[in-house]
């Protein structure tokens, strides 16, 4: 019994079950509150502890899930295709759109870091919380970083930017799709996108495409950075 509760399969079956769970709620309820990752993430988390299953015998499962994170990214370029004439009409916009998001991110991570007195670890950790999962943690690792700490970061910035960003930029009054689209993938990754998507076709291809534009520019600002931070 107690290999099976610790199997990586059984916990893989759990996990794809609670975000398909997730997501069946929040259809039925309509609310963007009830975010499916988030939703799966806590549920998983309170059977691991129920079950006395460690971080460790979860990962063995989570390694598969971790594996498909790199193509699921790649093939975001789907609806980016699709929308390639849009694409080529804003490049200049969502270029610097990007470009400024980046740097704002960048900048405020920093900015709040050495506001509360954060170590330098947990800085560098913290730097490149709003890049895809494959990205941020590779940046991490580069930047002398605990990349546990960069991969919770940037489930969680996504999760937020998910509930969040569509609200608060209708409140703006933003109702272009392009710049709702980049918006959202700018600082909310490939969560963030996974909602875009759902506002519009639009809206996910220009989130799909801000998620590979923000990290690579986030990885070029990171690299100069590093430079100096040795």
């Avoid at 460790?56 to 980016?80: D, K, M």
Wanted: hydrophobic share 55%; net charge positive; aromatic share 6%.
């Amino acid at each position: 019994m107690t290999d099976l509760i610790a199997s990586p399969a059984l916990w893989l079956c759990v996990s794809i079950a609670a975000y398909a769970l997730g997501q069946w709620l929040q259809r039925k309820s309509g609310s963007a509150l009830l975010n499916p990752l988030l939703f799966a993430s806590v549920l998983v988390g309170a059977l691991l502890i129920a079950a006395g299953v460690s971080l460790e015998q979860y990962q063995n499962a989570g390694a598969l899930i971790s594996f498909c994170l790199t193509p699921a990214t790649v093939a975001l370029a789907l609806p980016i295709y699709r929308k390639l004439e849009v694409l080529k009409k804003n490049l200049a916009p969502i270029l610097a759109g990007a470009l400024v998001g980046s740097i704002v991110s960048i900048g405020s991570v920093l900015g709040f870091c050495h506001l509360f007195g954060l170590s330098d670890v947990t800085t560098r950790s913290l730097v490149p919380k709003s890049v895809t999962t494959p990205i941020g943690v590779a940046l991490s690792e580069m930047l002398g970083g605990l990349a546990p700490i960069t991969a919770v970061c940037i489930v969680f910035t996504g999760i937020i930017g998910a509930i969040l960003l569509p609200p608060f930029l209708k409140l703006l009054r933003v109702r272009n799709p392009v710049q709702m689209g980049l918006s959202i993938g700018t600082a909310a990754h490939s969560v963030g996108t996974a909602r875009a998507i759902e506002l519009g076709e639009t809206e996910g291809a220009m989130s799909g495409l801000a998620i590979g534009v923000a990290g690579l520019i986030t990885s070029l600002l990171v690299s100069i950075g590093s430079l100096f931070l040795g």
